[in-house]
Nanobody, 121 residues
């Protein structure tokens, strides 16, 4: 499975960005993680079977994950962005996750190349 993320950029605090991720194949789970230098990759959101979505507490109410299965795409709409949202955002996918592993980056088999989001104050 090949994943290609896009849509990153620079925005002021309070602004919005929409990330996109194109997959070469359909997968059961598609999600987003983010990482800043010197820190571990952090779970952001996931879209699973039956339209189930899970969010990190830090983005709940501000970010929305959505999927277009026909196009094999996943999106992350990010609103009310904060400087602490600055990171490289990675698209991830897998077919065999269990609930307890959805937030664990090591559980995902497929990763995109990352797209940088910079939020200035």
């Amino acid at each position: 499975v090949q994943l290609q993320a896009s849509g990153g950029g620079s925005v002021q605090a309070g602004g919005s960005l929409r990330l996109s991720c194109a997959s070469s194949e359909r997968t059961s789970f598609m999600g987003w993680f983010r990482q800043v230098p010197g820190k571990e990759r952090e779970f952001v959101a996931i879209s699973g079977r039956g339209g189930r979505t899970v969010y990190a507490d830090s983005v709940k109410g501000r970010f929305t994950i959505s999927r277009d299965n026909a196009k094999k795409m996943v999106y992350l709409q990010m609103n009310s962005l904060k400087p602490e949202d600055t990171a490289v955002y990675y698209c991830a996918a897998d077919n065999t996750l269990i609930s307890s592993s959805m937030r664990d980056a090591s559980a995902y088999d497929y990763w995109g190349q990352g797209t940088l989001v910079t939020v200035s104050s």
